[in-house]
């Protein structure tokens, strides 16, 4: 059986679906993939991976949890599940380059793949894709559109520097971020 949730976020309404013990997607209501509910499902908001997905997500937007602890059930290549692992290691507050991304999988040309497979992750925020960056430092695609990667990564960045929003830069692992850079209108 598939169960779902939905939780209000300040990006917006939140889809969060699970089998009867893990988590098998959590999606924004503005992703082009994913975020529809399917016929079958059952609204089940008490059920215990799905209550703990909307505790954890609450506590991480009130800036309370910076990384999350939660049965996931990811379904995908070996290649995505290794892309998929090397996101969870990327401190919050902090950002990569796709091509650093994919040095740190030991497959250093397959920057393209790994944008691929960040773009596949079907668990938007659990699993922090918004956190990998264009190598010159511009925000590049994702599913929830580009202003929501800029709202997490500022919320990010500013819970960091003590709660602080600052128009600086923000500086991350290798690159850096300028808030002040134009984001196209156009959203993966």
Known sequence: MTYYAKIGSPIGELLIVSNETSLTRVCMDKQKYGAEIRADWIEYP??????????QLRAYFAGQLKKFDLP????????????????????????????ELARRIDNPNASRAVGL??????MA????????????????????????????????????????????????????????????????
């Open 46 to 55: 008490d059920l215990e991976p799905i209550s703990l997905a909307s505790e």
């Open 72 to 99: 996931l059930t990811m379904v995908g290549t070996p290649f995505q599940r290794r892309v998929w692992a090397e996101l969870t290691k990327i401190p919050f507050g902090k950002v990569i380059s796709y091509g």
């Open 117 to 122: 497979a960040n773009g596949k992750n079907p």
């Open 125 to 188: 925020i659990i699993v922090p894709c918004h956190r990998v960056i264009g190598s010159n430092g511009n925000l590049t695609g994702y599913g929830g559109g580009l202003p929501n990667k800029r709202y997490l990564l500022e919320m990010e960045q500013s819970l960091e520097q003590g709660g602080a929003k600052t128009d600086e830069n923000f500086e991350g692992d290798l690159w850096t971020w300028s808030k002040r850079k134009e984001v196209p209108s156009e959203c993966n």
